[in-house]
């Protein structure tokens, strides 16, 4: 079965990386091309003085015009709130952690992003880091992280209309649906 792509997802972004690859410096990028103000999903936490100061540093380098949501869980809500603004959701694989500690159905979450994707009616950047592509975690919860940020990014890639992978700071197109008009997505 095949699925007809809203414009919401056709405006939606997924940018996967490695650990300081460059892609939350290129989804910035792409976002404040586009009118401000600019709306910044951050998903992290601050448990630790090394988190807290990851997080100061990315406050301190975002130019004027962004406004920051702080919000470790319920990233539909803001999609849905900020849906005629760029958004930018930095990031996926910190709110899965989040989710995933917190005891949250992550498939449920998973289909409520997706949905308030559709209904955006400016275009939407999200951030994660491609975990799958390292050795097998010695430990089960690794393991069950992995294997969910694995099946997280092939929900997403499948529904909105463009994916990349940044590596070195350099950006690689695996999917570009905005610029087409080539029918459904895959199912």
């Not at 792509?5 to 792409?30: F, V, Y």
């Not at 975690?137 to 997403?156: I, S, T, V, W, Y």
Request: aromatic content about 4%; proline content about 5%; overall charge neutral.
């Amino acid at each position: 079965m095949n699925i007809a792509p809203s414009q919401g997802l056709l405006s939606a972004t997924l940018i996967l990386g490695g650990a300081r690859s460059g892609k939350s410096r290129h989804a910035e990028a792409l976002i404040t091309a586009l009118p401000a103000p600019w709306i910044y999903i951050a998903t992290g936490r601050a448990f630790d003085d090394e988190m807290r100061e990851r997080i100061a540093h990315h406050q301190a380098s975002r130019a004027d015009g962004w406004l920051t949501e702080e919000e470790p869980l319920n990233i539909a809500a803001c999609f849905n709130k900020y849906a005629d603004k760029p958004v930018l959701l930095d990031c996926l694989t910190l709110w899965l952690t989040n989710l995933i500690l917190d005891g949250c159905d992550t498939a449920l979450a998973t289909r409520q992003l997706i949905e308030s994707l559709k209904n955006r009616k400016a275009p939407a950047v999200l951030v994660g880091n491609e975990v799958g592509l390292g050795i097998v975690p010695e430990n089960k919860l690794a393991r069950r992280f992995r294997d969910e940020a694995g099946l997280l990014h092939q929900q997403l890639a499948l529904h909105v209309g463009k994916v990349l992978f940044v590596a070195a700071g350099l950006p690689l197109t695996l999917k570009d649906q905005q610029h087409q008009n080539t029918g459904p997505l895959m199912p």
